[in-house]
């Protein structure tokens, strides 16, 4: 029987791969809930829908993918996640400083209409560091 570290990085694998096939097995072994926010977390920076479909089927938490799916600007990721339940709020609105510390419109769009609601005052200092317009301008429409 593998210990859960290598279970831990063979999901993680699995998933950055959108090896389905193997990620549906060994899932179905029944995993702890650890395996399976580390093989989000894969499956959300590189894009693989089907992997994260899988993954929140068999519980795992849309949160522990939300920072990666935004780091990675993986647009259909986050919405996945959003829509399987992710807090766009969690640890601050830690998500919205990511979009604006890489410059992703795009991602802090689709974070304002889930209702992310971040410190105004935070986000316009972060955007004017960072220098980008159109995340100011986002900002200045979406946070009263």
Not at 12 to 40: Q, W
Not at 53 to 80: K, M, T, W
């Amino acid at each position: 029987m593998l210990k859960e570290e290598e279970l831990v990085y063979m999901s993680g694998e699995m998933a950055e791969k959108g090896d389905c096939e193997n990620l549906r097995k060994l899932l179905k072994k029944g995993v702890s809930s650890r395996v399976k926010d580390y093989a989000i977390r894969w499956a959300s920076q590189t894009g693989k829908k089907e992997a994260v479909s899988i993954l929140l089927e068999e519980g795992a938490n849309p949160n522990a993918g939300l920072i990666f799916a935004v780091a990675y600007n993986q647009p259909e990721i986050l919405q996945q996640l959003i829509k399987a339940g992710a807090d766009v709020n969690l640890y601050d609105a830690e998500a919205v400083k990511w979009a604006i510390k890489r410059g992703y419109a795009g991602i802090l769009k689709i974070l304002f209409d889930a209702g992310a609601k971040p410190n105004k005052h935070d986000a316009l200092k972060l955007a004017k560091k960072y220098g980008d317009k159109d995340i100011i301008e986002l900002i200045e429409e979406n946070l009263a």
